[in-house]
């Protein structure tokens, strides 16, 4: 008899072929028959109106801080995400010394739109390495698959305090920043993570750790991830593709020799044709042997932004004036002219 009969369903198999309507046999933890069911199972599920499918996998999350007190990983789960991939775009939790968890928070606060009194009152800081973050996860239970990246700019902050703001590391920092990554990979990092993102800044809207470190750096600590005999980098670009775009990228992974996944491509309504080229040289490039593997959107990206968590703004230079103040005198900024005609202009840019 089979363990679990899913009746009536809208099966999506994800193989690109039509939805059907059908049931769904498990036996134990596998799937071992698709179609009209004629035996009954030990436990039935009516599936009517509803979408039976494989676990979806979202491969770019800022979980973090959240599955630390959420193994649930709300919302993702409750609309399908079994698998989900954390620590992108050189952000995260860990590694972190006790003194350099307001500055974490501050930066996931800042980068990621994440409300500051929640991450005060929901992290549990039962860690300061890598691979106790990853023990301790694991050991208060997960109702989802994880994985998670070391982030480029927490691993500046953990080695270089507040040097990794605004200094190129020393060979004694690189070194120990490429001993940390290679025990992170033992402990199961799936990889590191950095960006080279304009909007990614801090309060005063100084560029983040990552984007202060050299391509060298960058080649240098992806080849300690590669010793581990795995791993991915994952890099964060301007969805333009300008300055730090793709000739960086590749040169990294030819010369570090490994995968390289980028986030985001995403389509830009005022130059409709650019991901399509940026597309296009990625494949050029994968023919050339090079591992890259593009994230796309599959819909719109929307953000709901106020004014006093303005992240859509950060990359705009009369807008650093404005963060770089008390909130109290915002109102002076947004009631002048000169500021209104500026800001408008840098918009349309």
């Not at 799937?31 to 199972?41: A, C, H, L, P, Y």
């Not at 240098?220 to 991915?232: Q, T, Y």
């Amino acid at each position: 008899m089979l363990d679990y009969v899913v009746r009536n369903g809208l099966i999506i198999d994800g193989l690109g072929t039509p939805g059907r309507s059908g049931d769904i046999g498990i036996s134990g933890d596998s799937v071992v028959e698709i179609g009209q069911i004629k035996e009954r199972g030990k436990n039935e599920i009516d599936a009517t109106g509803l979408v039976v499918a494989p676990g979806f996998i979202d491969p770019h999350t800022h979980y973090d801080a959240q599955i630390t007190w959420d193994p649930f990983a709300s919302c993702s789960s409750w609309h399908g995400v079994t698998s989900l991939v954390f620590g992108n775009c050189g952000f995260g939790i860990a590694p972190c010394r006790p003194t350099s968890h307001h500055d974490l928070m501050r930066l996931l606060a800042r980068v990621e739109g994440m409300e500051m009194s929640t991450l005060q009152s929901g992290i549990r800081w039962d860690f300061e390495t890598y691979p106790e973050y990853l023990a301790m996860i694991e050991k208060q239970g997960l109702w989802v698959n994880v994985s998670g990246f070391v982030g480029h700019s927490v691993l500046r902050q953990y080695v270089m305090g507040e040097n990794a703001w605004s200094q190129k590391a020393t060979e004694a920092e690189l070194t120990e920043m490429e001993n940390l990554i290679y025990e992170a990979m033992l402990a199961g990092a799936v990889g590191i993570s950095t960006s080279t993102h304009k909007s990614h800044v801090g309060e005063d809207g100084s560029p983040i750790p990552s984007r202060v470190a050299s391509k060298e750096e960058m080649i240098r600590l992806a080849k300690a991830m590669r010793r581990s005999g795995r791993g991915i980098l994952q890099i964060s670009v301007d969805s333009t593709l300008d300055d730090l775009g793709l000739d960086f990228v590749a040169d990294i992974a030819r010369q570090a020799d490994c995968p390289i996944t980028l986030g985001a491509i995403r389509f830009d309504t005022s130059k409709p044709n650019r991901h399509l080229l940026a597309l296009k040289k990625i494949e050029e490039l994968t023919a050339e042997g090079l591992r890259l593997y593009p994230q796309v959107t599959c819909e719109k990206l929307t953000i709901d932004f106020n004014l006093l968590n303005s992240t859509v703004f950060v990359r705009l230079p009369v807008w650093r004036q404005v963060i770089a103040s008390p909130k109290s005198d915002w109102g002076k900024f947004f009631s002048d002219k000169n500021f209104q005609e500026t800001f408008k202009a840098e918009m349309e840019k």
